[in-house]
């Protein structure tokens, strides 16, 4: 799907999301509210958006049953990306600084050094940070360490979005 279009896709499940939300069974959803919303309008036929977290965390993994009836009779299913390895090495390419560049150019000492204490439990290190863009290394040092000590154990388990596609 062009970029274009993807983003396109996203704004309008956005403006759905704001127009139109019925949450469906919110009560029974295991982690509270804003999981899944069921869309719906005159006589179309409901469609459901579900969010989802890049965690193969048994307990991410194990939908509550109004989502898991969601998936089950829904006629179609669109994702946010394919992650295929086409995919993957973009978003590679994406994130890294061009030739020459380093994040300490763009960020103060003190931001840097913070961002390094971040990674570090990580597996990250300073040199490897300072070949990233700003975004890159907020959303990295974003995932729990738990989860990455998962990865190493979760026995090739797809993260919830990857197992769901």
Do not use: N
């Amino acid at each position: 799907m062009p970029i274009a279009r993807a983003q396109r896709f996203l704004a309008v499940c956005l403006l759905l999301l704001l127009l139109l939300p019925h949450a469906a069974t919110a009560e029974a959803l295991r982690h509270g509210h804003g999981l899944l919303w069921q869309v719906g309008y005159e006589a179309k036929p409901v469609a459901h958006i579900f969010g989802t977290m890049h965690s193969a965390d048994p307990d991410i993994l194990a939908l509550p049953p109004p989502v898991v009836d969601a998936f089950r009779t829904a006629p179609s299913l669109s994702i946010e990306i394919i992650l295929d390895e086409t995919a993957m090495q973009r978003i590679g390419a994406a994130m890294r600084l061009p030739k020459g560049q380093r994040l300490q150019d763009f960020v103060p000492p003190d931001v840097f050094s913070r961002a390094a204490a971040a990674a570090e439990p990580l597996g990250w290190q300073p040199i490897h940070l300072s070949r990233l863009k700003p975004w890159a290394v907020a959303m990295l040092i974003s995932m729990p360490p738990e989860d990455i000590k998962r990865k190493g154990a979760s026995r090739g388990r797809p993260p919830l979005d990857l197992w769901l596609m």
